[in-house]
Nanobody, 125 residues
Framework: QVQLVESGGGSVQDGGSLSLSCPASGYTLYLMGWFRQAPGKEREGVAAVYTDRGSTYYADSVKGRFTISLDKAKNTLYLQMNSLKPEDTAMYYC????????????????????WGQGTQVTVSS
């Protein structure tokens, strides 16, 4: 069983920065990503990385501001968030999957088998 535990959330002002981390224990993972969900909204993909080739993907809303990275030695996923905006306020979740699932899309929540409990990020104006 894979366990994901997010940390690093908090409250910052508009323009501030936060760094999230998510150590993973268990099986070898093929895809790892970050999602977020604001009250009353659907869960949306923020960024993801395919662990075998290191390719990364971002939602348009965070490109140029957020950076996803993976430390393979520590099996830990990170999300560096800069230039934060109030609209980035949400619960952030770490997600992972151990299957390739050809034809699937990184930004779709059902694509992921494992989920963390979430960490709150609040950006005030």
């Amino acid at each position: 069983q894979v366990q994901l535990v997010e940390s690093g959330g908090g409250s910052v002002q508009d323009g501030g920065s936060l760094s999230l981390s998510c150590p993973a224990s268990g099986y070898t993972l093929y895809l790892m990503g970050w999602f977020r969900q604001a009250p009353g909204k659907e869960r949306e993909g923020v960024a993801a990385v395919y662990t075998d080739r290191g390719s990364t993907y971002y939602a348009d809303s965070v490109k140029g501001r957020f950076t996803i990275s993976l430390d393979k030695a520590k099996n830990t996923l990170y999300l560096q968030m800069n230039s934060l905006k109030p609209e980035d306020t949400a619960m952030y979740y770490c997600a992972a999957d151990d299957q390739r699932r050809p034809g699937s899309t990184w930004s779709v929540a059902p694509r992921y088998k494992y989920w963390g409990q979430g960490t709150q990020v609040t950006v005030s104006s």
